[in-house]
């Protein structure tokens, strides 16, 4: 019978590891794309400011998988984990509300983050960031970012504000 039992778990620990596959770990890295500069003009509180569009290029996401000893294929997840909202003026009321939307050949625009001033007052900038399945994106060798505010503030001066995306990347290997 104990002999019995002993083959019993030589063959359980056998079955379990000869059905193992190669993937046998997820592991999660980052990416952050290169800062976003847009420059607004003097304006008046309330004004809806269509902010320029600007084009993220892809191709550094390349060297950011190989390093992580991961390829393309094996990505089954990109996502936004952070969005950074740093206006030069310092002044955290610059907008009343600012969203942020993706697009990609081929692909719909995608909103991707909402700050809205009232909510974050004495917090700085920290947008709401939606939830989104981001993998065909990236893998375009670019896409856009185009950003909608509503000024909080009327300016005379001219000022800028710098937008960081940081991708959270989820791949078996």
């Known amino acids: ?4 039992i002993k083959a019993m778990c030589i063959s359980l620990i056998c079955m379990l590891f000869s059905a193992c ?12 794309a290169k800062s976003m500069t847009f420059q607004i003009d003097s304006t008046t509180q309330g004004k809806v400011l269509a902010l320029d569009t600007v084009l993220i290029d892809n191709t550094s996401f390349d060297s950011v998988v190989k390093a ?19 206006p030069d003026s310092g002044r955290d009321d610059i907008f009343q509300s600012l969203d942020g939307y993706l697009v990609a050949d081929g692909l719909s625009e995608q909103k991707i983050m ?3 001033y009232a909510a974050t007052i004495q917090a700085g900038i920290n947008p709401i960031i ?7 994106y990236i893998n375009k060798p670019s896409m856009k970012f185009r950003a909608v505010a509503v000024a909080g503030v009327n300016t005379k001066e001219i000022s800028k504000v710098k937008i960081t995306i940081k991708y959270k ?3 078996k290997i």
Do not use: G
Not at 1 to 4: N, S, T
Not at 24 to 29: G, P, T
Not at 130 to 136: E, H, P, S
């Open 114 to 116: 909402h700050a809205n």
């Open 130 to 136: 939606y939830d989104v399945q981001l993998l065909d």
């Open 21 to 32: 596959d190669k993937s046998l770990l997820d592991v999660d890295f980052t990416y952050t």
């Open 1 to 4: 019978m104990k002999a019995f």
């Open 169 to 171: 990347i989820t791949a």
């Open 68 to 86: 992580n000893k991961a390829q393309k294929s094996d990505i089954e997840s990109i996502k936004i984990s952070s969005i950074t909202v740093v």
